[in-house]
């Protein structure tokens, strides 16, 4: 019998691109999301495509385990910020599957990105100096970076010369801009220890935020970094970094995303392994990464960087492939078209395609203004 897994969180390409790898070494995939703006609605590799509430839904809860007791799913694995509300019914669900992923309130804990600044001044990690926005002054001789505590894909980051009336109280915050090069991390953890970890470049980004080519890279300290981190919380599940790294080689780490990235995708083999526990599954993992139809589109934008990295995009692995899964991939165009058309009310189209699942802090304000993280120390 299949082990059947099941990844919440569908609108991800990457679950497009993990559903690929798992279905061709014979699991049963199953994919759930809040839309069916999902390529996995279409994809060969997906056994069967669930419509689920939002997570913000009371019903979310009940939906997800039903679903999970009905197909007898062995492993849950969540990829976007779904994760936050699934993990507050973690306990309830492991009764039923395995679940991958941390406890709500230490997942919430990085997320934040005050309580994450907090942890990282605590134990002498380089960051940029960060003030919550009621505490900072209101203008500046250079510029600053202000950004919500809660956010993803630098959704309503502003760099600025003064502080935006609108963005003043303690669900923002001001840091200090640090001129470099975006380098990301991405690994998987099992009680804080780093069962396998990558470090990459964007090489093109949709925008400000997601990475839409991305190249494997060979980076010591940021693996380092990573390790000790996860280590520090004990972590358990998936845990991704942004760091900067100026050009005198100093790394700075910015942030923290405790759910999956696109970097999965250069462990899609350790990750198979992983699931089976099986050392002999002959996978490789790519060194380069690519959406091609969102090369395409955001190449209109800017073309100067899009034909400078024209020679990386021929080798690169596609998040959906169209060789292996020809309707996910057609499945695209009328996805990116639909999210084009709702970001005229939301901000964007990557602002549109998250704004029913992001976590936004709830009542966790209150308890990390004036605090550390209360998982360190």
């Not at 990282?120 to 203008?139: I, Y």
């Not at 069962?195 to 990459?200: G, I, N, T």
Request: charged share 20%; proline share 5%.
């Amino acid at each position: 019998m299949s082990t059947k897994v099941l990844f919440t969180g569908a609108r991800a390409p990457i679950v497009a691109y993990m559903a690929r790898l798992l279905g061709q070494v014979g699991y049963e995939v199953y994919a759930a999301d809040s839309t069916y703006a999902s390529v996995c609605l279409m994809s060969r590799f997906v056994h069967k495509f669930i419509k689920l509430p939002q997570p913000k839904s009371p019903n979310y809860k009940d939906a997800l385990c039903k679903i999970v007791q009905k197909y007898r799913i062995d492993y849950v694995i969540p990829t976007c910020e779904e994760i936050f509300y699934l993990a507050q019914f973690r306990q309830e669900l492991s009764q039923h599957a395995r679940v991958f992923c941390e406890e709500a309130p230490k997942l919430i804990s990085l997320h934040d990105k005050w309580s994450f600044y907090n942890y990282l001044c605590k134990v002498g990690l380089r960051t940029p100096a960060t003030k919550l926005a009621d505490q900072a002054d209101e203008a500046w001789e250079e510029p600053h970076i202000i950004k919500p505590r809660f956010s993803r894909f630098a959704s309503k980051v502003k760099c600025e010369t003064k502080l935006p009336k609108t963005m003043t109280d303690d669900h923002h915050i001001v840091q200090e801009f640090i001129n470099g090069k975006q380098i990301c991390s991405y690994a998987f953890c099992k009680e804080g220890k780093v069962l396998a970890q990558c470090v990459y470049e964007p090489v093109l980004a949709a925008g400000k935020g997601a990475g839409i080519l991305l190249k494997r890279i060979s980076h010591p300290q940021a693996e380092e970094i990573t390790a000790r981190i996860s280590q520090d919380f004990c972590f358990t599940g998936q845990i991704a970094f942004d760091f900067i790294e100026k050009d005198n080689n100093e790394l700075y780490v910015i942030e923290c995303n405790p759910r999956s990235t696109n970097g999965l995708g250069f462990l899609g083999a350790d990750f198979v392994r992983l699931l089976s526990n099986e050392r002999t599954v002959k996978k490789d993992n790519p060194s380069v990464l690519i959406s091609h139809l969102a090369v395409w589109c955001y190449g209109v934008l800017q073309p100067l960087k899009t034909l400078q990295a024209h020679r990386l995009c021929v080798g690169a692995v596609d998040f959906v492939s169209f060789k292996q899964d020809p309707l996910a991939w057609l499945a695209q165009i009328p996805i990116v078209i639909w999210w084009l058309f709702k970001g005229l009310w939301y901000g964007g189209p990557t602002a549109a395609s998250t704004v029913d699942i992001e976590f936004n802090g709830a009542n966790f304000y209150e308890n990390t203004c004036n605090r550390g993280n209360r998982f360190f120390g």
